[in-house]
């Protein structure tokens, strides 16, 4: 049974920063490329960014407005991707989903991703 389980987040203030976790079980973490979303009250789940599986060389992707801001990052010893939020905005508020897409094809659409977690809640205090 795969699992994928965020963790990290919670309440910061605009400015601040936030560093989420999410351990997947499972699955063999290496063969997937892993991602992170975003969704917003009353908005559409959107991409944030993901990292590519290792043979895939591990490379990373993110929503272009989000360049420089954020960073994700993985542990395959420890089946675990990162995201670090930095400089955060009340308007990135939103619930944070972890996602694994198996294979070397991924990206903003959600038909490429197999496997979600249950999200974790970032608040951005004005």
């Known amino acids: 049974q795969v699992q994928l389980v965020e963790s990290g987040g919670g309440l910061v203030q605009a400015g601040g920063s936030l560093r989420l976790s999410c351990a997947a079980s499972?699955?063999?973490?290496?063969?997937?490329?892993m991602g992170w979303f975003r969704q917003a009250p009353g908005k559409e789940r959107e991409f944030v960014g993901g990292i590519s599986r290792r043979w895939s060389g591990g490379g990373t992707d993110y929503l272009e407005s989000l360049k420089g801001r954020f960073t994700i990052s993985r542990d395959n010893a420890k089946t675990t991707v990162y995201l670090q939020m930095n400089s955060l905005k009340p308007e990135e508020t939103a619930v944070y989903y972890c996602?694994?897409?198996?294979?070397?094809?991924?990206?903003?659409?959600?038909?490429?991703?197999?496997?979600w977690g249950q999200g974790t809640q970032v608040t951005v205090s004005s």
């Open positions: 996602a694994a897409a198996p294979g070397g094809t991924w990206g903003p659409d959600l038909k490429h991703w197999d496997y």
């Open positions: 499972g699955l063999s973490f290496t063969m997937y490329a």
